[in-house]
Every structure is written in C-alpha cells, then in structure tokens.
C-alpha cells in the first residue's frame, strides 16, 4: 500500500482530497508515517483559505490554548510556570556519530530519533492534529523555502498563520521538485491550565541531514514555532553548502535624501538595540528578526523570511516604542502570552502606565508579593512575554519590499554591540572582509546585571547568531568571506555601539542618537560624505554629525560629545584584538584570513599609538 492510499484511509474525505491535490510523494510518505505514529482522533489539513486560518483561530479557543482579551482580536495565551523560554540544555542537533562542534549541542543522529520517536508514540491521542503549510520568505521566489508543520497545539497553527506566508498553494505549484523542511510538534499531556504538563521530558531535536524538527512536552513559542529559530539552524546549514547567508538580522529601509531609498540589514545580540534600530519611525521597517541575503546578478539581495513579529513585550512604552504602542492598542489579531490580565486588558512589565495589583498570569492567579515554589516573587508579567502580530499593522511597515520576489538591494550591513569602553559609536569597515572579520565575527556583548546577575561580562557572539548555529563557525565565516566574491559591489559594513560610558559610569549619548548615526551611514553608502580614516575603520567627521543631529532631532551636537564618543581607545581595541583571536585559536579550522585582517589592524594600532598616545582624538587623526 502507498503513501496516498495510506493516507486515504488516515483521514475523512475532505481533508484527504486537499493533501491528494499535492503531488508530491515525499510529502505524502512523511505524512503517512506521522499520522501513524502519533494516533491523532482527527486531522485537519489547513489550506491557504480564510475559512481554514479562521478555524484553527476558533480551535485555538475552543481547546483552551487563548482566551479572548476585550479589544476585539485580542487573545491571550499562557505557557507553563516552567515553559517560559528556549530550552537551551535539551535542543539538540542530530548529528551522525555525535560528531562535536564548538558552541552546539550535539547528539547522534539514530539515538536522538530513537528518543524521540519514543516520546511521541501515540502522544496525539484524544487531540486534534493540524497539518499546516508556509513558507519562508516572499513566494514563488528565489528566496521561497516551504514548510510543513504538524502540531496538536491550535495556538502553535495560529501563531505560524500571523508570521508566516501561507504556503499550501506553493506546495501544489511546485509539486514533486518541493525541497521542504519538515516540523513535528506535540504539545504533550496538558495540565487543567492546558498547558504542557511533562517538561522532564521536553525535547527540541533538529535533524540537519533530514532537514526536519522534533520537538515535544512543550508549547513556549521559542520550542515549538517551527519556521522561526529552529528552521533558522536549517536554513544556516542550507545557506553555507549553497553559498549565501541566513542571518540573524533585521532588515529596514533608510530614507536618504530626494526620496532615495537605502536597505539595510542589522546583527545585534540581545538588549544591544536591534528592535528600536528597526523601529525608528521616520524610517521603514521589512523585518525585525531574520534575512536570507542571496547573490543576485553580483548584487546582494536580501528578504524578509517571516512577515511576522514574535517580540518581547517588555519595556515596550509609548516614549520609546511609539510604532509598537500603537500597534498593541489597535484592534487587529495579536496573541498576548505570558502578560498578566485584569478586567480582559493586557498588562506588562515597565510599559509606563499603572499595573494592577491582581489578576491572571503565567502563575495563574496572581497578586502583588506572591512567590513561586523557589520563594521568588512572581512579576505581573514574565520578562519573557511575547506579543505575536504581523507587520502589515505596523504603519511603517514597507509592504513593496517584504513582498518583493527578488527581495531588495542591501546597501549596508551592521553589527551591532554593546560595551561600554571601546568601539566607538559608528564606523565603517575599510572592505567587505575587514567588516566580517573586525566587526562581525569579533561581535561581543556585554551582560547586564539586570537580566544576569553579573554586569559588565564580555560575551563572545559572531554575526549575533552563536546561540542558532548549526554548522562548525569555521565553515560559517568561510562562507561569509567568499560571498564576496559572488558580487560586483558588495555592501558596506559598519558596527555601532549605542553604549559607551565615560569614567564616572555615565552614558556618552542619548538613545536616540542612533538615528543620526543610521543616516550617516545612508549616506556612506551612497559616498555623498567623506569620513576620517583611523586604524580601525572610517569615522563621521564632526561637522557632518553635527548637521544631521539638526536635521534630525534638532538638536545640537557639541565637539566635545564629538571628541569624548570617537576618541580611538588603543589599549582596550588591542585588548579585545587578544581575546578574539584567542577564541579563535582554541576553536581550530579557522579560515587564515581571519588571524591576518587581526594581525593588519593590530600593526595599525601600535603604529598610532607610536604617533599619537593610547587615546587618539579623531580631530588628531582628521589633520593627517
């Protein structure tokens, strides 16, 4: 018996008939042997029709995953006490012999499928499977990867509807040459708050060589949402054997002069200022989170991979976040989860306005000063919350570009980091390999002590995407430097540091003078501003800064602010030179490009500091 003779006897007529019009016989195979295995009592295949993303909305109701909140399509959904983030210690990759790599964690490949299989025996019984396809990245376009997720969790089927492009229609279009990943997601036996209740056995697998995710005993979107970081380890993996880059960045448009239009795609580590970078408002937004950046006719052409957000909510306020604001209190389709509920409105942690005492959270009923089994205090809101929207809300989204087929042209790439005594505030790289190497690849991010527990610790984070790689670092940053030479013109790169502090501990600029520095680098990619030349890259010239901070915050914009943010700091650049080259040493497999772009700007350094001292005032440098 076949696949589709299988599944004909798996599902009722309807939903077979809309699996039969996809002639694909790996996708039917994939799909016999899972129904199988996981014993659903029903399944419901969801097209790209209103009527099947509307009912797995109601599903997600009806089972008791969200409840209504009072703005109409507002819901709100509850994880686990212990379900509130990704599961760092048991997602693992599946790799043949359990071969390591440095940063990942491993498993072999037949033990892991093993286990896994094991705990998702029969675990759909009783519960309703959804079949349910997307895409990644704009359709029917270079960018297109399809997707297939199989979820007992009608929020998980939600969610994906709101950040990703349907995809049911493009499996039918490209029928058998479909080179799908797969995603297979039970949320396990649910506790009476139906929410995952086994999580001694919660598992997040990705299996690299069947391009296919497992994960089980949990409903945190960070584990189960498929298409978002668990593909990302797929797609990383895809995009180094193809030869171009699946980033972990955003992708926004900068509005230079004469309505000129200008992309740019952004690396930050977390708390370094990704989201209000993306969010500025007189600015255009493509992507918050995720870039394929392709080869095009020798130009790099980047695209969104979701059309979505699945962002932390908070701090979000109406001084800082006036776009997010706006959109949260706006009455289109938004889950809420893990926020506290008062009365059916949606509250969070430091969003500026007065929180209730009481109410409904991840804890369950909740007041102020009530503690969890650890005798920590519970907030009114996990500092994980997340809000899920799409970005056709956002009235800066740039619809024309998230849609585009052939994506948009990336005229600059930033890396962005957060320490508080070395890099300057905005630089450009002197070329494409002295960026990636300088800039991306030396990307560190200092701990706060808010969210860690020890402030000020440097951690080692390449390109922002330690934490999702998938591939030895070694093969990444090797694709990286050869993908120039796929181009004719490469983009710039530039790295920024929003957090700089003098002596005293104080910050040497507002929060908002990034705008400034974002339309600096406009227009370096365009060449419409000289720069000074340093040991480490090109800075702004002050008189350039100072009309753009007038123009663009009308404010002004003093030579010393200038002077104090710019100064090149020798000793701790050497420093961190050291450290980064030390962690490469240690890792091995190196490409040898990366210790000699280290080696020319050390020479540089030392020879400046010869000149002109340990710290070397830009004015010093832009009289040479």
């Given at each position: ?484 030479g796929k181009l004719r013109k490469a983009p710039k790169i530039f790295a920024v540091n929003y957090f700089l502090r003098n002596k005293e501990g104080n910050w040497l600029n507002h929060k908002i003078d990034k705008a400034v520095w974002l339309k600096w680098m406009e227009l370096r990619v365009h060449g419409d501003v000289d720069a000074i030349e340093t040991p480490i890259g090109y800075i702004p010239k002050y008189e350039d800064l100072a009309r753009l901070s007038r123009e663009v915050l009308n404010k002004d914009y003093t030579r010393d602010d200038y002077e104090k943010q710019f100064t090149i700091r020798v000793p701790e650049l050497l420093a961190k030179i050291e450290r980064i080259e030390k962690i490469y040493r240690e890792i091995g497999n190196i490409p040898e490009e990366l210790f000699e772009v280290l080696a020319q700007e050390r020479e540089r350094l030392l020879k400046a500091r010869e000149k002109y001292g340990d710290y070397i005032s830009p004015f010093q440098l832009e009289k040479v």
């Amino acid at each position: 018996m076949n696949a589709l003779e299988r599944l004909e006897k798996l599902l009722d007529k309807e939903q077979f008939e809309k699996i039969k019009a996809i002639d694909n016989p790996e996708l039917h195979e994939f799909l016999a042997e899972w129904i199988e295995w996981l014993e659903p009592s029903k399944v419901f295949v969801c097209t790209d029709s209103e009527e099947d993303e509307w009912y797995v909305r109601w599903k997600a109701l009806y089972y008791g995953e969200e409840k209504m909140l009072e703005t109409p399509n507002h819901t709100v959904h509850y994880d686990n006490y212990y379900d509130q983030a990704r599961d760092k210690a048991n997602t693992k990759l599946l790799v043949s012999g359990g071969k390591s790599l440095p940063f990942l964690n491993t498993i072999d490949r037949e033990e892991g499928l093993k286990e896994i299989r094991e705990l998702m025996k029969g675990v759909m019984r009783g519960k309703e499977l959804f079949v349910c396809f997307f895409v990644l990245g704009p359709k029917n376009s270079v960018f297109t990867i399809p997707a297939v997720q199989l979820t007992d969790s009608a929020y998980v089927a939600h969610s994906e509807f709101i950040l990703y492009r349907k995809g049911y229609e493009e499996f039918k279009r490209l029928g058998r040459s479909a080179r799908f990943f797969r995603f297979v997601h039970s949320a396990g036996e649910l506790d009476e708050r139906k929410t995952s209740k086994n999580l001694g056995k919660r598992r997040i697998y990705i299996d690299l060589e069947g391009e296919t995710v497992y994960s089980v005993n949990t409903q945190y979107g960070g584990n189960t949402i498929g298409l978002k970081k668990l593909a990302f380890r797929l797609t990383i993996q895809r995009a180094v054997r193809e030869g171009w880059l699946s980033e972990h960045m955003f992708l926004m448009r900068v509005n230079g002069p004469n309505g000129r239009k200008t992309y740019f795609t952004g690396a930050y580590p977390s708390m370094c200022g990704k989201t209000s970078t993306a969010m500025i408002p007189w600015e255009n937004i493509v992507g918050d989170d995720l870039a394929f950046i392709v080869p095009m006719n020798g130009i790099a052409r980047g695209a969104n991979v979701e059309k979505g957000v699945f962002g932390i909510i908070q701090g979000v306020n109406p001084e800082d976040d006036p776009i997010i604001w706006q959109v949260l209190h706006s009455p289109v389709e938004i889950i809420f989860s893990n926020v506290l509920v008062k009365d059916g409105k949606p509250y969070w942690n430091d969003m500026g306005t007065e929180i209730p005492d009481d109410g409904e959270n991840h804890s369950g009923q909740w007041w102020r000063g009530k503690k969890d089994e650890e005798s920590n205090e519970i907030p009114p809101s996990h500092k994980n919350a997340r809000f899920t929207v799409s970005l056709e809300h956002f009235p800066n989204v740039d619809m024309d570009a998230l849609e585009a087929p052939c994506g948009v042209e990336v005229g600059g790439m930033i890396f962005g980091g957060r320490d508080k005594d070395t890099w300057p505030p905005v630089r450009e790289a002197f070329d494409w390999k002295h960026g990636i190497v300088t800039m991306g690849a030396a990307l560190e991010s200092e701990t706060t002590a808010a969210t860690l527990g020890k402030e000020g610790v440097r951690a080692f984070n390449p390109m922002a995407i330690l934490d999702f790689m998938s591939v030895h670092i070694g093969d990444y940053l090797r694709n990286y430097l050869e993908f120039e030479g796929k181009l004719r013109k490469a983009p710039k790169i530039f790295a920024v540091n929003y957090f700089l502090r003098n002596k005293e501990g104080n910050w040497l600029n507002h929060k908002i003078d990034k705008a400034v520095w974002l339309k600096w680098m406009e227009l370096r990619v365009h060449g419409d501003v000289d720069a000074i030349e340093t040991p480490i890259g090109y800075i702004p010239k002050y008189e350039d800064l100072a009309r753009l901070s007038r123009e663009v915050l009308n404010k002004d914009y003093t030579r010393d602010d200038y002077e104090k943010q710019f100064t090149i700091r020798v000793p701790e650049l050497l420093a961190k030179i050291e450290r980064i080259e030390k962690i490469y040493r240690e890792i091995g497999n190196i490409p040898e490009e990366l210790f000699e772009v280290l080696a020319q700007e050390r020479e540089r350094l030392l020879k400046a500091r010869e000149k002109y001292g340990d710290y070397i005032s830009p004015f010093q440098l832009e009289k040479v």
